[in-house]
Nanobody, 119 residues
Framework: QVQLVESGGGLVQAGESLRLSCAAS????????MGWYRQAPGKEREVVAT???????NYADSVKGRFTISRERRGNTVYLQMNSLKPEDTAIYYC?????????????WGQGTQVTVSS
């Protein structure tokens, strides 16, 4: 069983930065696809960024050039550095882990951390 503990959310003004962290415990770290998703009020959850076990990153168009996802070399902690934050980045941010083992898919979510950006 994988457990995810997130930290780093908060209230900032537009243009400022925040760094989110997500520490995973349990499971085969080396197989993880890790990512950050967000859900704004009244909207569906959307992917923000993902990173593979070999640190290949992908980003939503809305955050490219502003957000950076990274993970520790041993692979069980993922970070999201968010720069030049905008009010439209306001959402609950969720950490996600996905992996396949013995033909089965496993997916886990963190509890979410609130990010609020004021104009």
């Amino acid at each position: 069983q994988v457990q995810l503990v997130e930290s780093g959310g908060g209230l900032v003004q537009a243009g400022e930065s925040l760094r989110l962290s997500c520490a995973a415990s349990g499971g085969p770290f080396g197989l993880y696809l890790m990512g950050w998703y967000r859900q704004a009020p009244g909207k569906e959850r959307e992917v923000v960024a993902t990173i593979t076990s070999d640190s290949t990153a992908n980003y939503a168009d809305s955050v490219k050039g502003r957000f950076t996802i990274s993970r520790e070399r041993r692979g069980n902690t993922v970070y999201l550095q968010m720069n030049s934050l905008k009010p439209e980045d306001t959402a609950i941010y969720y950490c996600n882990v996905f992996y396949t083992s013995w033909g089965r898919n496993y997916e886990y979510w963190g509890q979410g951390t609130q990010v609020t950006v004021s104009s």
